[in-house]
């Protein structure tokens, strides 16, 4: 009845949407005095008698405009504004569903340039960048960014946050040229005051040559030119909050900027389960705006156990240049974040194991606690210069230095039964650990560019030799690390079947490791050619100390099985050829356009790793030689002012090699019912062959749809493989060398289509689609299985937003997952789960101060007998107080039915698991946050 009802309203909102009928007026502008079609015009209607803009649009290629979605009997002007012409008007009404011709509308040319003022139309082309005045646009006294962009033309603001620019997405937004506060979208657009902007700029940001090689493939970006003085900025927010169950939330981030410079202090404490991973996660959950239906900082229900966590944050940039261009970076940023996180988790679970024969069951049990507690710091700088030059080459250096410090001690206790073929047992631990490390991380990259500028070059003529035209690229990557790891264990082990076997031991674990690794990339292109040699290498070292000390019966004594000193060496090389050429290109000015380019890389590797231990089986070197040939294919194809398509074919080979740990484990019998052999001969390299299918359609205009498939079939040969021997009083695992080839197929979709219903109203769609399937060859015991897996995903949203008013957001994600033999011998290893996820967000404005948000997300899993329901709702209603509406009085309700009750289950190739684990449950919140904003000032 349900799914009835869901498709009768479906299917109504479509009708509604095709039904609705917009007036509109249409027309071409003509320069008078040469014939000329007028491209880029600014079109400008007003609602006579007012001043503020209702509806901006441009001329095309052809001079042709059209204005959408028109009040009828309303009394409009038309204003036809263009940079040395005189303004054309044009006064009319609209009648219900009227499309009105205005028909040719002819614009004389200004000869005397005093005559010729430049002012700024609502909505113009500087060159290449479409620009809106800001001042144009009537809005409320308190509105941002984010308002401002739902009102101009061609621009849509998803409900998930997402911008696009007639169907392509805009991924960033900078401020005067620069990142604003670490360049997250939502801080800029979410916190800025509407009245502090000048323009909004829209661009192809693309270079001059990828731009003719396909000029409508655009990569849009943002850029908000703020007003003289305001970029001298202050805003923030401090908040703290106090609830139910001894729950407790707060935050602070104070963000300054100059014309030149911008610091950020931020701090974040909760026990709610909040766990802040940046300083962009908090700046862009903390806007003045407010997050809405969209957050990613808040209290997690599907984690495990309870976190309390405290972090402090800076953040500081400055800009050498000054000069606010798009695209001439010569910016110094520096980061610190610290982290304190405390969390205890609690889990219990019953695994099915693989059965070796047909109603054989294997099952282990276990329990576990985990006190941990987690100090980290870490700190970032940054360097980016585009602007500089050696000799007559520019440069362009981006180099980031990372450095982190941390330090964490745990408390657990775990307990395992096991109920297997042969082997009827527990063990139960007590662990107390500290790991404590550092590490320093250095990454640059240098661009060497022709002599000709950055990204450009020139075919024939002698103004540029060959050399002259080489562009080359060195990257640079080197860290160091140094890590201690202490650990202390207390186990006692019970063998149900045979009372010789128990055990109750004691073990120490110190353990130093450190690491380098050095990487070098060069790579020599020739632009006119399309040919590129490079070069990749690689050095990896690793030093370790392990000191094991067993205590049994007041007897100290170092376990020789475990301890050893170990050096470890790996070095790859690897040459390529790269070539890249158009096979065939058209295009008709103002019509069609359509790029066809054909790509190949060849390059070989040499790797050679080398292990030497005091442990005589670990002593171990490997050497390996590869050929890895790719092509690819990529063709596009557009019509000006209607679709972008594109389609890319891409075949690579790859290599993968044997890792150390995985041929030659070291085995603690510190859990003598389980046991990880590794492989008793050394192991072939897996050879990987992938071929991809990708395309992609768009829709070149505002409310446009979008869609893009992803296929590809890769074959895994010589593969490795897990697989479970059940030996008398324990579990085994070994690897196993597979000769047969392994398959693995993958297809997903997703599409996008936002409609206007109204002028104030949007809905929009966003579907996603895909499935895997392959075999998986394994043995257990002496039986090899030949295990065929595969998924379905299914994801569906629906938004829709009623202006400054109401917003809704519906989330659906079902997934589906079987396995089974294909040799159906042991059918009770087959299974196939369900999994349906729904979440529905509101938000509704009641006024300009008061508001009110509820989500609930529904959680509907089954396998096999297995099934877990529950609803996760949470609501909160908040108050804005001040002139500025910055004060913000919250009250927040979580988990509102008491329905979160910590069950879950696992899929996996060689078991099936369920289990509890301790989360949060439902509490309440009282909170208050004060947002400090200041556009301008001294």
């Known amino acids: 009845m349900n799914l009835r009802i869901l498709y009768l309203l479906v299917v109504s909102l479509f009708i509604t949407f095709q039904?609705?009928?917009?007036?509109?007026?249409?027309?071409?502008?003509?320069?008078?005095?040469?014939?000329?079609?007028?491209?880029?015009?600014?079109?400008?209607?007003?609602?006579?008698?007012?001043?503020?803009?209702?509806k901006v649009g441009l001329t095309d290629r052809f001079g042709k405009f059209e204005i959408s979605d028109l009040t009828f009997n309303k009394q409009y002007v038309a204003e036809f504004t263009y940079l040395g012409y005189q303004k054309a008007v044009r006064e009319f009404v609209m009648k219900q569903n009227q499309e009105l011709d205005l028909g040719h509308i002819n614009m004389p040319f200004i000869e005397n340039e005093i005559e010729a003022v430049d002012v700024i139309p609502p909505v113009r082309m500087n060159g290449d960048t479409l620009e809106f005045n800001a001042d144009a646009f009537q809005l409320d006294s308190n509105a941002v960014v984010e308002d401002l962009l739902r009102r101009l033309p061609g621009l849509v603001v998803w409900g998930d946050g997402a911008i696009t620019y007639n169907g392509r997405e805009i991924p960033s937004v900078l401020v005067n040229g620069k990142p604003f506060f670490g360049g997250d979208m939502a801080t800029a657009i979410q916190n800025i005051d509407k009245k502090a902007v000048k323009t909004v700029q829209v661009y192809d940001s693309r270079d001059r040559e990828k731009q003719r090689e396909d000029p409508d493939d655009k990569k849009y970006?943002?850029?908000?030119?703020?007003?003289?003085?305001k970029d001298n900025i202050l805003m923030g927010s401090v908040g703290a909050g106090g609830g139910t169950e001894k729950r407790y939330d707060g935050n602070l981030n104070l963000n300054r900027s100059t014309k030149r410079a911008q610091t950020t202090l931020a701090y974040s404490v909760n026990n709610v389960n909040k766990s802040l991973n940046s300083i962009d996660q908090l700046l862009k959950n903390t806007t003045f705006k407010g997050i809405g239906i969209n957050a990613d900082f808040d209290s997690d229900f599907m984690r495990t156990g309870i976190l309390q966590q405290n972090v402090l944050g800076g953040r500081y940039q400055y800009d050498f240049l000054g000069t606010n261009e798009v695209g001439k970076d010569n910016l110094l940023k520096a980061s610190v974040l610290n982290r304190w996180d405390n969390s205890l988790q609690m889990n219990e679970s019953t695994s099915r194991l693989l059965d070796v024969v047909q109603g054989q069951e294997n099952f282990r049990t276990n329990r576990s606690t985990n006190d941990n507690t987690a100090r980290r710091h870490d700190a970032n700088i940054s360097y980016n210069n585009s602007v500089s030059s050696l000799g007559k080459r520019p440069i362009t250096v981006r180099s980031i230095l990372d450095l982190s410090q941390n330090n964490n001690e745990s408390l657990s206790t775990t307990f395992n039964e096991y109920a297997l073929v042969n082997n009827q047992s527990k063990n139960e631990t007590e662990n107390s650990s500290q790991l404590r490390g550092n590490s320093a991380s250095f990454n640059t990259t240098i661009d060497l560019h022709g002599k000709a500028g950055r990204h450009t070059f020139y075919r024939g003529g002698d103004k540029y030799s060959f050399t002259?035209?080489?562009?080359?690229?060195?990257?640079?990557?080197?860290?160091?690390?140094?890590?201690?790891?202490?650990?202390?264990?207390?186990?006692?082990?019970?063998?149900?079947?045979?009372?010789?076997?128990?055990?109750?031991?004691?073990?120490?674990?110190n353990e130093d490791f450190d690491s380098r690794n050095l990487q070098l990339d060069l790579k020599i292109m020739d632009q006119t050619s399309g040919v590129t040699l490079g070069t990749k290498a690689r050095w990896n070292a690793t030093d370790m100390i392990n000191v094991v000390t067993d205590f049994n019966n007041a007897i100290?004594?170092?376990?020789?099985?475990?301890?050893h000193v170990s050096n470890f060496n790996n070095v790859e090389y690897e040459p390529y050829v790269e070539f890249g050429r158009?096979?065939?290109?058209?295009?008709?000015?103002?019509?069609?356009?359509?790029?066809?380019y054909f790509s190949s890389t060849i390059a070989g590797r040499f790797y050679k790793d080398k292990n030497e231990s005091t442990l005589d089986y670990r002593n171990l070197g490997l050497a390996y030689q590869s050929f890895l040939p790719s092509l690819r294919l990529n063709y596009s194809y557009s019509r000006q002012n209607s679709f972008h398509s594109s389609l890319s074919l891409n075949y690579n080979y790859n290599e993968e090699y044997p890792l150390l740990d995985r041929m030659r484990p070291i085995y603690d019998d510190i859990n003598p019912a389980y046991r990880y052999f590794g492989t008793d001969k050394l192991l072939e390299k897996t050879g990987l062959h992938q071929l991809t299918l990708n395309g992609s359609y768009n829709q070149q205009r505002q409310y446009g749809f979008t869609f893009n498939l992803n296929s590809s079939i890769r074959r895994y040969t010589n593969g490795l493989t897990d697989s479970i021997v059940y030996a008398a009083n324990q579990q085994e695992a070994y690897v196993a060398q597979i000769l047969k080839p392994m398959d693995m197929y993958s297809i997903s979709f997703s599409g996008k289509k936002p409609f206007m219903i109204s002028k104030t109203q949007t809905f929009s769609v966003q579907f996603n689609t895909g499935t895997n399937w392959g075999n998986k060859f394994q043995y257990v015991g002496t039986t090899m299985q030949e295990m065929l897996n595969n998924s379905q995903n299914i994801g569906l949203e629906f938004y829709y937003t009623v202006l400054d008013k109401?917003?809704?957001?519906?989330?659906?994600?079902?997934?589906?997952?079987?396995?089974?033999?294909?040799?159906?011998?042991?059918?009770?290893?087959?299974?196939?789960?369900?999994?349906?996820?729904?979440?529905?967000?509101?938000?509704?404005?009641?006024?300009?101060?008061?508001?009110?948000n509820t989500n609930a997300t529904g959680r509907y899993n089954t396998s096999g007998n297995y099934s877990d329901h529950a609803v996760i709702w949470n609501a909160s209603t908040t108050y804005r107080m001040f002139k500025g509406n910055n004060l913000e009085l919250k009250l927040s309700a979580y988990d509102l039915l008491r329905q979160n009750m910590g069950l879950y289950f696992n899929n996996g190739l060689t078991e099936f698991t369920t289990g509890y684990r301790n989360i949060l449950t439902q509490y309440y919140m009282l909170s208050l946050t004060y947002f400090p904003r200041k556009f301008g000032f001294k």
């Open 19 to 54: 039904s609705h009928a917009q007036s509109k007026i249409k027309g071409f502008i003509i320069d008078s005095t040469h014939n000329n079609m007028l491209r880029s015009v600014s079109v400008s209607v007003f609602e006579k008698g007012k001043e503020t803009v209702d």
């Open 221 to 229: 970006q943002m850029n908000l030119i703020l007003k003289e003085g």
């Open 468 to 509: 002259d035209q080489l562009v080359m690229t060195l990257n640079v990557r080197a860290g160091i690390s140094d890590n201690n790891n202490a650990k202390y264990t207390i186990g006692d082990y019970k063998n149900y079947l045979n009372a010789d076997l128990n055990r109750l031991y004691h073990r120490d674990y």
């Open 556 to 563: 100290t004594a170092s376990n020789q099985d475990l301890s």
């Open 582 to 596: 158009t096979l065939k290109s058209k295009n008709l000015y103002g019509r069609m356009n359509s790029h066809f």
């Open 806 to 852: 109401y917003q809704v957001g519906w989330k659906n994600n079902l997934s589906r997952y079987e396995r089974y033999d294909k040799l159906n011998e042991v059918s009770s290893n087959n299974y196939t789960s369900y999994s349906w996820n729904s979440g529905l967000s509101m938000s509704y404005a009641f006024t300009k101060r008061w508001s009110v």
